[in-house]
């Protein structure tokens, strides 16, 4: 009856940690029953204009083209995605996951937008069905990452 039990909750616990390593927001917009099907049953998380998940809507950041790519190789370094590699319009690199080890494809195109810059962004996993999140979290992180390299100078322009 023991190794029942252990059959049963180990799939359980370890789907709770990917979602918890992950931090993902799975309580917010547009509902955890859609958010928890995303997870679960896809392994590609990409930007555009429409997204339901608000996180994952084309993000703008007020800064030209150059400024945004060099925001956005510092980010990828400060991440620590290996084999990072320049494109004509941004970068692909490769995102190791923590838990499993996974190898997950990202890649970004930037977009000059007036005075601001688009990043258009797709990270999917090699492996699997579904991520747990993990690809919407790369993105994520990504997205903080640039903006934070990049509002310094979004402030020095400015003046």
Not at 77 to 83: D, F, Q, S, T, Y
Not at 84 to 102: I, Q
Not at 110 to 120: F, K, Q
Not at 127 to 136: C, E, I, M, R
Request: hydrophobic share 50%; aromatic share 6%.
């Amino acid at each position: 009856m023991k190794w029942l039990w252990l059959a049963l909750t180990l799939p359980l616990v370890l789907i709770a940690g990917g979602f918890l390593l992950n931090r993902v927001p799975l309580f917010s917009a547009p509902g955890a029953l859609e958010r928890l099907t995303a997870y679960l049953t896809t392994n590609v998380a990409e930007t555009r204009p429409d997204h339901p998940f608000p996180e994952l809507r084309t993000p703008t950041i007020p800064v030209d083209v150059e400024v945004a790519r060099d925001a956005l190789a510092a980010a990828v370094g400060e991440l620590g995605w290996k084999e990072v590699e320049p494109t004509e319009n941004g970068l692909r690199a490769v995102v190791v996951s923590p838990l499993f080890r996974f190898r997950d494809d990202v890649s970004v195109r930037l977009e000059p937008v007036g005075g601001a810059t688009a990043l258009h962004a797709r990270s999917a996993s090699r492996v699997g069905k579904g991520d747990l999140g993990a690809n919407t979290a790369h993105l994520m992180a990504l997205f903080a990452a640039v903006k934070r390299l990049a509002a310094p100078r979004e402030s020095a322009v400015a003046d």
